[in-house]
C-alpha cells in the first residue's frame, strides 16, 4: 500500500468545523498522516490537538515547528502529551526556520541553528524517556525536572526537515526521519549520501532513516495553469526564505535559473521571479496532471525509495481542495 499523507492540512478561512469533518474522512479514507506547519500563522499544535481528538487512526504531526518559537522543555511537554493523547499517533517535524522568521517574528537570534538543534533533540529524548531533563548545553541548561506524566511510548518519531550538507548529515546522526521540501527522487543522491554519511557516525543505516518529503500536488487536465500557480511558490522559497533554498537548487541542477530568481524576488519584483521558475523546475519537484498521471508521479517517489509522500494541495476554493483530496484517496491501494 501506498503511504500518502498530506500535508500543510489547513485551507485558509475554511470553517474549522469543516475543517475538522474533513480530517474526519480522510482518516476513513486510509491516508497515512496528517502534518501541519507553522510560520506566523495559526499555530500547529493547537491545531492537531483538534485533530487529533476527533480522528483514530491517522498519524498527526508536524511538519515543522521552528527551534526558536518555543523552548524544548515546553517543546517536549506538548509534543508527548500529544502523543498520550492520540494513543502513539504524533510525530514531530523540526526546522531551523530561517533568519527572517525567527528574528522578525520571534525576536530571537538566529544564530548556530544545528547546535541548538541538538539541544532540542536531546531535551526531548531525556523527557520521552522519563529522564530529568539535565541539559549543558551552549543555549539550555536545564536541570532537576522531568515531566510529570510517563510518555506514552519512548520512540516518539523525531524528523528533521534539513537541506544543507551539515544539517544532513545531523539528520543521518539524530533522526528518525527526513522532511525535505522541494526534492527531486530522480536526483537525491547527493543529499541521501550525506546522510547515509552522518549515520555511519552512530552505526546506523539508511534504513534507520523514513524518507518523508512535502510535494506540491496538483490534480487537474490544465497543466500549463498548474504549472503557473507552482511558479510563486517555488519562487518564494527561494527568494524570500533565507539563503538554504537558493543554495539546494545549485545542488539539484537549478543554479543558474535560482540566481535569476532570487535576484528578482530580492528586487521585489516577485511576479518576474515566479516566470522565472522554468517548466523544468516545476515538472521536477511537483505532481501534475490527471488522476492517472498523478498516480504515475508518484510512483517515481516510490520507486526511488521514498516511504511517504506528504501531498500539499494548493487549491483556490475549499470544494476543489476537498474534490482533489478524495481523487487521490483512489490511488492509496
Same mark, same amino acid.
Not at 498527526?60 to 511537554?77: C, D, E, F, H, Q
Not at 532540542?120 to 529524548?125: A, D, E, F, G, L
Not at 527531486?184 to 541521501?192: A, D, F, I, K, W
Not at 509522500?309 to 484517496?329: A, D, G, Q, T, W
Given at each position: 500500500?501506498? +503511504? ?36 506566523? $500563522? ?45 494513543? $502513539? ?51 539550555? +541548561? ?57 549515520? +555511519? ?8 532513516? +523514513? ?36 543554495? *539546494? ?20 519584483? &516577485? ?33 526511488? $525509495?521514498?516511504?511517504?509522500? &506528504? ?9 476543489? *481542495? ?12
Amino acid at each position: 500500500m501506498r +503511504k500518502i499523507g498530506i500535508n500543510n492540512f489547513r485551507f485558509k478561512g475554511a470553517p474549522w468545523k469543516d475543517q475538522l469533518a474533513l480530517a474526519q474522512k480522510i482518516d476513513q479514507l486510509g491516508f497515512n498522516s496528517i502534518s501541519m506547519g507553522e510560520s506566523w $500563522g495559526e499555530d500547529s499544535l493547537t491545531s492537531l490537538a483538534q485533530i487529533a481528538a476527533v480522528t483514530s487512526n491517522i498519524k498527526i504531526g508536524t511538519s515543522i515547528v521552528p527551534t526558536y518559537g518555543r523552548t524544548p522543555a515546553n517543546l517536549a511537554m506538548t509534543a508527548l502529551n500529544m502523543d498520550k493523547m492520540s494513543e $502513539g499517533r504524533f510525530f514531530l517535524g523540526l526546522g531551523a526556520s530561517g533568519k527572517a522568521v525567527i528574528e522578525g517574528f520571534h525576536g530571537e537570534k538566529f544564530e548556530k541553528p544545528l547546535s541548538r538543534m541538538r539541544e532540542y533533540i536531546n531535551i526531548i529524548r531525556l523527557a520521552m524517556n522519563n529522564e530529568k531533563l539535565d541539559n549543558d548545553g551552549e543555549f539550555f +541548561k536545564t536541570s532537576r525536572f522531568r515531566l510529570q506524566f510517563e510518555s506514552y511510548r519512548n520512540d516518539l518519531p523525531i524528523y528533521i526537515a534539513s537541506l544543507s550538507p551539515a544539517s544532513l548529515k545531523m539528520t543521518g546522526e539524530l533522526a528518525d526521519g527526513w522532511l525535505p521540501i522541494y526534492l527531486v527522487p530522480t536526483n537525491m543522491e547527493h543529499s541521501l549520501n550525506l546522510i547515509k554519511e552522518g549515520a +555511519k557516525t552512530k552505526n546506523r543505516q539508511l534504513s534507520d532513516i +523514513k524518507l518523508s518529503p512535502q510535494v506540491s500536488i496538483y490534480v487537474t487536465d490544465n497543466h500549463k495553469e498548474a504549472f503557473d500557480r507552482e511558479r510563486p511558490h517555488i519562487a518564494f522559497y527561494i527568494g524570500g526564505m533565507g539563503i538554504f533554498y537558493h543554495e *539546494y537548487m545549485h545542488r539539484i541542477g537549478f543554479g543558474s535559473e535560482s540566481d535569476k530568481i532570487r535576484e528578482a524576488y530580492l528586487n521585489r519584483d &516577485r511576479d518576474k521571479a515566479a516566470e522565472l521558475v522554468t517548466d523544468e523546475m516545476v515538472a521536477a519537484m511537483t505532481i501534475i496532471g490527471t488522476q492517472n498521471e498523478c498516480s504515475d508521479q508518484m510512483d517515481i517517489f516510490f520507486n526511488a $525509495g521514498i516511504d511517504e509522500v &506528504r501531498l500539499v494541495f494548493n487549491e483556490p476554493n475549499f470544494e476543489s *481542495y476537498v474534490k482533489s483530496i478524495e481523487s487521490i484517496s483512489e490511488l492509496i491501494q
